[in-house]
């Protein structure tokens, strides 16, 4: 199959990381904390690679949309498997008014050029948890979408989906070219040891500006104000019911 | 003799450093325990010997591996999914 796979990876705080809102309350502190591939990425990568190397696809392409350091999240991607990386650069003010619409403008621009015949993207960012990128993405290539996958199957020239859903699983068949969204049960992503990062060195990572794929990284939100979620209070504890109704009348809630 | 094993050996200690870095204790906890792991080893001359250890430490290398995307699954499924899934 000549099917070229794009995927979206970005670069967000470790999973692991205790966050920190910053001082002027406009963000959390990023400057010197650890980042990473976000969880979800790894597993859309995962699957990427797995479609390759069972031959259903010839080439993986990882994309990354931001400052320098972004670079390292696309070698890690090239480490696990992808063939080559594309960082759209996007540095500064833009960068942190940088959101799902913005991202899915980039990514669809990408598609045309790249003539990608599926993107997968992970479902969510752990940072900002939008679970938009991916919709979006479909909607602006009029693509259709298989979201919260679970498994993926190429059948022909259709992609079989198992979504995970609230009432339980819900399978669906959509035509290729399709935009595929990761959820955490599609597979086990592997890691990108030393030797793998050695050898992905010489894989190549193309450089690209938003404006050259035509696209107006301007955000149309604000961040008025970021703040931590309020603290837990301690519980109390009472002996017997009537203790209880008399605390929660005291409480005012009864 | 023991030359070509003792690239081997090298190249394993950089890998477990590597992975050293996302250790749950702190990097520092883990390259101390580390060296002292090798430095235990240090005298070994036995070319079967060192084969042994270098299997042992590409195992200690998988169960790093499970540890680290267990960590993640299950920090994952805590922070997104409902307590029945």
């Known amino acids: 199959m000549s099917a070229r796979v794009l995927v979206g990876v970005k670069r967000v705080i470790d999973y692991a990381v205790k966050i920190r809102v910053k001082p002027d309350h406009t963000g959390v502190v990023t400057d010197g904390v650890k980042h990473s591939m976000n969880p979800f990425c790894e597993i859309a990568v995962e699957e990427a690679v797995k479609l390759k190397e069972k031959k259903l696809v010839k080439e993986v392409v990882a994309v990354s949309c931001g400052p320098q350091q972004v670079q390292e999240t696309i070698r890690t991607a090239l480490a696990m498997g992808a063939d080559r990386g594309i960082h759209v650069e996007v540095s500064g003010k833009d960068y942190e008014t940088l959101g799902p619409l913005q991202v899915s403008k980039i990514l669809a621009a990408l598609a045309k050029k790249e003539q990608a015949d599926l993107i997968i993207l992970g479902k969510q960012a752990i940072d900002d948890d939008c679970n938009q990128t991916g919709q979006m993405t479909a909607a602006l290539l009029d693509w259709p979408q298989g979201t919260f996958a679970s498994e993926v199957n190429i059948e022909a020239d259709k992609l079989k989906v198992v979504r995970e859903v609230d009432g339980g699983l819900e399978t669906i068949k959509i035509k290729l070219p399709a935009v595929v969204t990761a959820d955490l049960r599609l597979n086990t992503p592997r890691y990108a040891t030393l030797p793998n990062i050695m050898k992905a060195k010489k894989k190549k990572i193309a450089n690209v500006k938003p404006a050259d794929l035509g696209v107006d990284v301007s955000s149309r939100l ?33 | 003799m023991s030359n070509p094993l003792r690239g081997e050996v090298i190249r394993l200690y950089k890998n477990l450093l590597y992975l050293g870095r996302e250790y749950p204790k702190g990097t520092t906890y883990f390259r101390e325990r580390l060296k002292a792991a090798f430095m235990k080893n240090k005298d070994v001359t036995d070319p079967e010997k060192i084969k042994k250890l ?32």
Do not use: C, S
């Open chain 2, 54 to 85: 270098v299997d042992r430490g590409e195992f200690v290398i998988k169960e790093l591996e499970a540890l680290y995307f267990l960590r993640k699954y299950r920090a994952m499924k805590r922070h997104y999914y409902e307590p029945e899934h």
């Open chain 1, 222 to 254: 604000e961040v008025l104000k970021v703040d931590e979620p309020p603290q837990r209070q301690g519980g109390v504890k009472v002996e017997t019911v009537n203790d209880l109704v008399r605390k929660l009348k005291e409480a005012g809630r009864i």
